[in-house]
């Protein structure tokens, strides 16, 4: 099949978790582009576990989305049965589907997507499968080894990290395309410009950090470290943007209580999820993050286009992208005195939240603007389907 014959390019795009995260706002992102490009994406979405907010996102640019029923592998026992029992029923509906949607080519999202790789090797469909983390557990590491070296030649990369994470040396040979996440460098432009001076209680550092409440993202030191900041008389303010999933309410719990025993009420606000991160990115001095795992992280890639000064942990591309104290703070993994001299080190120097304004976003164009990625998913799907 020679797709510059093809009028029109059918893409399935498969993901086992529908609630909005960077997967979620990666694949919205992308398939809005391609559509310019030839390129239908019909989004295959878990029917349990999928939020109308990632489902409006595709609504409103008019991506097609099928609830699928798509049970997930849990830790619970009775979950694990449903999930064997249930497993040979949901690939052949899955590969059905697929059929039905006239579709050229799976591209599945996440190790955990070993449904939808059987479904399209059920159907005689190409397949690319899409690794965009740098944590997974164990079995399901080991599981998609074994399946990839037997099912699947293609793979997209979120970062070179995940890379090296997942694919070993015979996984290596294989096709591989790294695609960085994508954004909107045009809508994630600064606005704002801030007059340098000192900060104090009058004019406190503004921090913000876009995250969903889960162990992965490492708030606790980042709590531990603004309490470290508080007692050595530094004037911060503290934004935690981010919904708060009911399978994390032990997690969510201990960050509260950390912050209620530790006093810092009036300094970190939880703001839930927001409809619109820009206008609270644009009256932010500094963009933390203090996560423990990431591949390739949307939130900073957007704090970078928005021009903020960043503070973030050494984890998946970051260093690749962001040179330690030449144009961002670049902080071990779970560490709290690392983060607090990330923070310590743009509130004893607010000229270096200009000055770094303007390479964060200079890289942030250059390396993740959404037409750029998209035409990158183009060529790497071209490539795939011309293939014999």
Known sequence: ??????????????????????????????????????????????KSRSSNSFKNILKSQNTQYVDKKLTKLSKNKIQIIIYILTFPYEIASLGWQLKKYNIQLVHCNGAFQIKGILAAKLARIKVV??????????????????????????????????????LSEELGKKNIYEIQSPIDTDYFSPKK?????????????????????????????????????NQKGMHIKLKIIGEKFDNQKQYISKIEAMV???????????MGRVSEIKP???????????????????????????????????????????????????????????????????????????????KVRKTAIENFNTLQIAKQHLNCYKEILNKL
């Not at 209620?260 to 939880?270: E, G, H, K």
């Open 129 to 166: 499968w899409h690794l965009n983390d740098t944590f997974t557990p164990s079995i399901v590491k080991k599981i998609f080894s074994i399946l990839a070296k037997k099912f699947c030649d293609n793979f997209i990369v979120a970062a070179d990290a995940v890379k090296k994470y997942y």
């Open 193 to 229: 410009r801030f007059e340098i001076k000192k900060f104090s209680l009058l004019n406190p550092l503004e921090i913000i950090i876009v995250s969903n409440i889960s162990p992965v993202k490492g708030l606790e030191y980042l709590i531990e470290a603004v309490s470290l900041a």
């Open 280 to 358: 609270l990115l644009d009256t932010a001095h500094v963009y933390i993050c203090s996560s423990t795992s990431e591949a390739s992280p949307v939130s900073v890639w957007e704090a970078m286009s928005m021009g903020k000064a960043i503070v973030s942990t050494d984890v998946g591309d970051v260093a690749r992208f962001l040179i330690h104290k030449e144009s961002a703070y670049v902080c071990e993994t779970e560490d709290a005195k690392s983060l607090l001299d990330g923070i310590t080190y743009y509130y004893k120097k607010p000229e270096l939240i200009t000055l770094y304004s303007e």
């Open 260 to 270: 209620r025993s530790l006093n810092l009420n009036s300094i970190v606000t939880f």
């Open 1 to 46: 099949m020679n797709v510059e014959e093809l009028n029109l390019i059918k893409v399935a795009n498969i993901i086992e978790e529908g609630r909005l995260g960077g997967p979620q706002i990666r694949i919205a992102r992308v398939s809005k582009e391609l559509i310019n490009h030839g390129i239908i994406t019909i989004v295959f979405l878990p």
